[in-house]
């Protein structure tokens, strides 16, 4: 076999980057669990000294994760004085909770990927799926904590008055049921934004849903139940939610049949995506590559562990979405609005 050097030397290149990531990316959840971040944003300029102390750890095991941060341009270095920074977009990223570009979700999320890596083997062996419940916790967690900064930016401010006429029924007051909530992160905040609105927050894993039920606590427009989205009860809905969990489901169709009984005739599905094209060649793009890899890793693992298991994928692009929409009986479907992550449909019947 004779090899190509150019091109082996581009791809070697590339794996030392993966091999980089793939460390690193253990050092911060580590980061996250011990306030490294969240200290370093609060002092400024630190030693790992000081950073030591301000956190109750160990200097030599501080040290050497500063210049695994720094090595990855994650926090900055001035070799003058030997301290470290975390620039204002290194702490939107790694320390600032509200910042709608905040990361750490997204790692955390990883340990679950890690911690259940043998169930993923033997399902790509033998078949079948990893079931939602049967995921390690971190992943309900490490996956509310990676979607609700986007949530936060986004939902109230751009994603519902991209839909026709649905701020103004909510301003008036709405029933609204958000269905696959997890923990309620996206409930919550249309709650709290629409006071005159009634919220049912569905989801069919009980664990996430006794979570959201403690953190709606004092709120008297919103409540959560565990159900399946394809039988969950209640009808004449004014608008039907689904963020980041149609392509999770393993009958979509049914759910969106179910959805579409639920709602009023004038009703409104609102469907967040994962931002995707229509091919495989479409999505060939760092953007891609992460979906791709959450979807093999637990997307589409958590449809092949349900009935029917269509194992859509987080990157079914908008096509075969719509698609789904229609087989489930909503005749008009739309691109509402976008973002660089995130594809938003309008369904109506």
Same mark, same amino acid.
Not at 278 to 305: E, H, I, K, M, W
């Given at each position: 076999m004779e090899l190509n050097i150019e091109k082996l030397q581009t791809l070697l290149g590339v794996m030392v980057t993966e091999l980089g990531a793939a460390q690193n990316s253990a050092l911060v959840i580590i980061g996250e669990e011990l306030g490294l971040y969240r200290k370093m944003a609060e002092r400024g300029a630190?030693?790992?000294?000081?950073?030591?102390?301000?956190?109750?750890?160990? =200097?030599?095991?501080?040290? =050497?994760?500063?210049?695994?941060?720094?090595?990855?341009?994650?926090?900055?270095?001035?070799?003058?004085? +030997?301290?470290?920074?975390?620039?204002?977009?290194?702490?939107?990223?790694?320390?600032?909770?509200?910042?709608? @570009?905040?990361?750490? +979700?997204?790692?955390?999320a990883l340990d679950a990927i890690y911690a259940d890596r043998a169930k993923l083997t033997h399902a790509f062996r033998h078949g079948g799926g990893v079931s939602w419940t049967d995921r390690c916790n971190c992943m309900f967690c490490g996956t509310d904590r990676f979607f609700r900064p986007g949530y936060k930016a986004n939902l109230v401010e751009s994603w519902l008055p991209s839909l026709e006429s649905v701020v103004e029924k909510l301003e008036r007051g709405a029933w609204v049921a958000d269905i696959g909530c997890g923990f309620g992160s996206s409930t919550l905040l249309m709650a709290k934004a629409f006071p005159k609105s009634e919220f049912t927050g569905i989801d069919f894993h009980a664990a996430s849903?006794?979570?959201?039920?403690?953190?709606?606590?004092?709120?008297?427009?919103?409540?959560?139940?565990?159900?399946?989205?394809?039988?969950? =009860? +209640?009808?004449?809905?004014?608008?039907?939610?689904?963020?980041?969990?149609?392509?999770?489901?393993?009958?979509?169709?049914?759910? @969106?049949?179910?959805?579409?009984?639920?709602?009023?005739? =004038?009703?409104?599905?609102?469907? @967040?995506?994962?931002?995707?094209?229509?091919?495989?060649?479409?999505?060939?793009?760092?953007?891609?590559? @992460?979906?791709?890899?959450?979807?093999?890793?637990?997307?589409?693992?958590?449809?092949?562990?349900?009935?029917?298991?269509?194992?859509?994928?987080?990157?079914?692009?908008?096509?075969?979405l719509t698609e789904v929409l229609k087989a489930g009986g909503f005749s008009k479907v739309r691109r509402a609005t976008e973002t660089p992550f995130n594809m938003v449909l309008e369904a109506r019947l």
């Open positions: 630190i030693s790992s000294i000081e950073l030591a102390e301000a956190t109750d750890t160990k =200097e030599r095991y501080v040290r =050497e994760w500063l210049a695994a941060q720094a090595a990855s341009g994650f926090v900055d270095y001035d070799a003058a004085t +030997g301290r470290f920074t975390l620039s204002p977009e290194q702490a939107a990223v790694f320390a600032v909770e509200d910042s709608p @570009v905040n990361m750490i +979700g997204g790692f955390v849903i006794e979570h959201a039920s403690g953190h709606a606590k004092g709120m008297s427009n919103v409540r959560f139940e565990t159900a399946r989205a394809q039988d969950f =009860e +209640g009808a004449g809905f004014d608008l039907v939610t689904i963020f980041d969990a149609l392509h999770d489901m393993g009958d979509p169709v049914g759910a @969106v049949r179910h959805i579409a009984k639920a709602l009023k005739p =004038e009703g409104t599905l609102m469907l @967040v995506e994962p931002m995707a094209g229509d091919s495989l060649a479409d999505n060939l793009n760092p953007v891609g590559r @992460v979906f791709y890899a959450a979807s093999a890793n637990t997307c589409v693992p958590a449809s092949l562990g349900q009935e029917v298991g269509a194992a859509l994928g987080a990157q079914a692009g908008q096509a075969k």
